[in-house]
């Protein structure tokens, strides 16, 4: 029987699978202070920012539907910290201290 302290093994398949969810959709790595646009796709609020100075009319990079600057910049933070927490463990449990 396995004890409850001992971490679970993720396949190969299911830690790249984790990652990519876990990624931002410009800058491909780990989402730092991520945030969630109206369309529902996530990025690092540096690319959101950064995508959105380029554009009168911003949309989103994955779908292209048009999305809120103000949506993108703002999200609620109790989310925020949760999505933050999640990402910060798997980057830890999958690419080590």
Known sequence: MM???AAPVLTEA???ELREALACAVCRE????PVC???GHLLCRVCAVS???VSSAPSCVVCRKAVSKRIAAANGRNAQVDLIRVVEAAKAYLDGP
Request: glycine content about 0%; charged content about 25%.
């Open 30 to 33: 780990w989402l730092d202070d």
């Open 14 to 16: 299911a830690a790249r």
């Open 51 to 53: 995508a959105f100075e």
């Open 3 to 5: 004890s409850s302290s």
């Open 37 to 39: 646009l109206s369309c």
